[in-house]
């Protein structure tokens, strides 16, 4: 009986983890799966820990994924090194080749939802060394302070004190750099700070060298409106769904999961900062065949307290989506990548519309069966093809 009653509950258990919903268009869709699988069964076990009160959510997904952290080791192509920059921790990528003039450079800043990774997981650390390689450019991947531990505007502030370091006379000297060919980049929440910091840096008088191009791949925009289409859409992609998004945006912010409740209903926002809609109206910013089927609902008037004691989600610091259009007109070349299968896809698509109607240059590219964390895959087809495209656009533009 004992037996029986394992056996029950083993194979319970696997038709749980295998039956793993993906897109029927996907390529590799097995591998996909498998890779779903052990992302659920990781946050299954972090949101256990949680339950019994073990470790907080974030915490247990952080050492889990430290598993994947590699050290900073050179190959014959790229020498990879480690330092600080204004007291925050960076990885530097340096081709081996003789220089025969000034390099481009790019400061790449890493996705995890402002939560989770580092400049150092093995994934970034591929794309890091690709890059340096194929571009002959000095790469700069940046780390920052992640929440719970740290909240916003820390991981914007750490980000944006690094790049003002890079962007110093003597360091780009140091490291052969040419100040007028360098550029910013960075996938999901490290497209959200990369997007922030661009903003910051074409009002800061300070800073004399001004960037090239910015980069944004699958980027985190707006925390105002939580029910565009493809987060209503996103309930089941893969690696990033509806749910744990909201988780992201509310920790990023405050360990206070009534944040998080408040923005699972869409009634975060109160009406004080309803003007705000505007920069992140969906029913006006998207193309026309993301809306087919969906209806614009005005947001429900949200608490004032939440806003008053957690700012963030109203600042454009946090939400470059909300920059007005004096700003924005101002940005430098940008390329933008949004796959089909992302809650943030539109998150992108609404930036794209925003810059195009304010005559920034803007490269987009679609990916129409990618999902979300898709740039970073190790050995899956279509994350070297995006890189591929992501390296030809800063080949020619950079």
Same mark, same amino acid.
């Given at each position: 009986m004992?037996r029986?009653?394992?056996?029950l509950?083993?194979?319970?258990?696997?038709?749980?983890?295998?039956?793993?919903p993906?897109?029927?268009?996907?390529?590799?869709p097995?591998?996909?799966?498998?890779?779903?699988?052990?992302i659920k069964v990781?946050?299954d076990?972090?949101?256990?820990?949680?339950?019994?009160?073990?470790?907080?959510?974030?915490?247990?997904?952080?050492?889990?994924? +430290?598993l994947?952290?590699? &050290?900073?080791?050179?190959d014959?192509?790229?020498?990879?090194?480690?330092?600080?920059?204004?007291?925050?921790p960076v990885?530097?990528?340096?081709?081996?080749?003789?220089? !025969?003039?000034?390099?481009?450079?790019?400061?790449?800043?890493?996705?995890?939802?402002?939560?989770?990774?580092?400049?150092?997981?093995?994934?970034?650390?591929?794309?890091?060394?690709?890059t340096?390689?194929?571009?002959?450019a000095?790469?700069?991947?940046?780390?920052?302070?992640? =929440?719970?531990?740290?909240?916003f505007?820390?991981?914007?502030?750490?980000?944006?004190?690094?790049?003002?370091?890079?962007?110093?006379?003597? !360091?780009l000297?140091?490291?052969?750099?040419?100040?007028?060919?360098? *550029?910013?980049?960075?996938?999901?929440?490290?497209?959200?700070l990369?997007?922030?910091? !661009?903003?910051?840096?074409?009002?800061?008088?300070?800073? +004399?060298?001004?960037?090239?191009?910015q980069?944004?791949?699958? &980027? =985190?925009?707006?925390?105002?409106?939580?029910?565009?289409?493809?987060?209503?859409?996103?309930?089941?992609?893969?690696?990033?769904?509806?749910?744990?998004? =909201?988780?992201?945006? #509310?920790?990023?912010?405050?360990?206070?999961?009534?944040?998080?409740?408040?923005?699972?209903?869409?009634?975060?926002?109160?009406?004080?900062?309803?003007?705000?809609f505007?920069?992140?109206?969906? #029913?006006?910013?998207? &193309?026309?065949?993301y809306?087919? *089927?969906?209806?614009? +609902?005005? &947001?429900?008037?949200g608490?004032?307290?939440?806003?008053? +004691?957690y700012?963030g989600?109203?600042?454009?610091?946090?939400?470059p989506?909300?920059?007005?259009?004096? !700003?924005?007109?101002?940005?430098?070349?940008?390329y933008?990548?949004?796959?089909?299968?992302d809650v943030?896809?539109?998150?992108?698509?609404?930036?794209?519309?925003?810059?195009?109607?304010?005559?920034?240059?803007?490269?987009?590219?679609?990916?129409?069966?990618?999902?979300?964390?898709?740039?970073?895959?190790?050995d899956?087809?279509?994350?070297?093809?995006?890189?591929n495209?992501?390296?030809s656009?800063?080949?020619?533009?950079?």
């Amino acid at each position: 009986m004992g037996r029986t009653v394992l056996l029950l509950i083993f194979v319970a258990l696997l038709a749980y983890y295998v039956s793993v919903p993906v897109p029927d268009d996907v390529e590799e869709p097995w591998k996909l799966a498998w890779e779903t699988t052990k992302i659920k069964v990781v946050s299954d076990l972090a949101s256990f820990a949680e339950l019994l009160g073990i470790s907080h959510f974030m915490d247990t997904m952080q050492l889990l994924m +430290k598993l994947e952290e590699v &050290p900073p080791t050179s190959d014959e192509n790229v020498t990879v090194t480690e330092t600080t920059f204004n007291s925050v921790p960076v990885r530097i990528y340096l081709p081996k080749r003789k220089a !025969t003039t000034l390099r481009r450079a790019l400061f790449y800043i890493h996705g995890g939802g402002w939560c989770l990774g580092s400049a150092a997981l093995r994934g970034y650390d591929n794309l890091s060394r690709r890059t340096a390689d194929r571009l002959d450019a000095v790469v700069v991947s940046t780390n920052y302070g992640l =929440a719970p531990k740290y909240h916003f505007p820390r991981q914007f502030e750490d980000v944006y004190s690094a790049l003002q370091w890079f962007l110093q006379e003597n !360091t780009l000297e140091k490291y052969g750099v040419d100040p007028r060919r360098v *550029g910013v980049s960075g996938d999901s929440a490290g497209g959200n700070l990369a997007a922030a910091v !661009t903003q910051q840096l074409i009002q800061d008088p300070d800073v +004399k060298t001004k960037l090239k191009v910015q980069v944004l791949v699958y &980027p =985190a925009l707006q925390a105002l409106d939580m029910n565009l289409p493809s987060l209503q859409e996103g309930s089941h992609f893969p690696f990033l769904s509806s749910s744990l998004m =909201a988780r992201f945006w #509310s920790e990023y912010f405050t360990t206070d999961r009534a944040l998080e409740k408040a923005m699972l209903l869409n009634q975060h926002v109160p009406v004080e900062f309803s003007h705000l809609f505007q920069f992140v109206n969906w #029913s006006s910013l998207l &193309p026309e065949r993301y809306k087919k *089927g969906y209806f614009y +609902k005005n &947001p429900t008037p949200g608490n004032s307290e939440l806003a008053q +004691k957690y700012p963030g989600f109203v600042d454009v610091k946090a939400c470059p989506l909300l920059a007005n259009d004096n !700003t924005l007109r101002h940005l430098p070349l940008t390329y933008i990548i949004t796959c089909q299968y992302d809650v943030l896809r539109d998150d992108g698509l609404m930036y794209v519309t925003r810059l195009q109607n304010v005559g920034v240059p803007v490269t987009h590219h679609h990916i129409k069966n990618g999902f979300h964390g898709a740039f970073t895959l190790r050995d899956f087809k279509i994350a070297y093809r995006m890189q591929n495209q992501y390296l030809s656009w800063l080949m020619e533009n950079l």
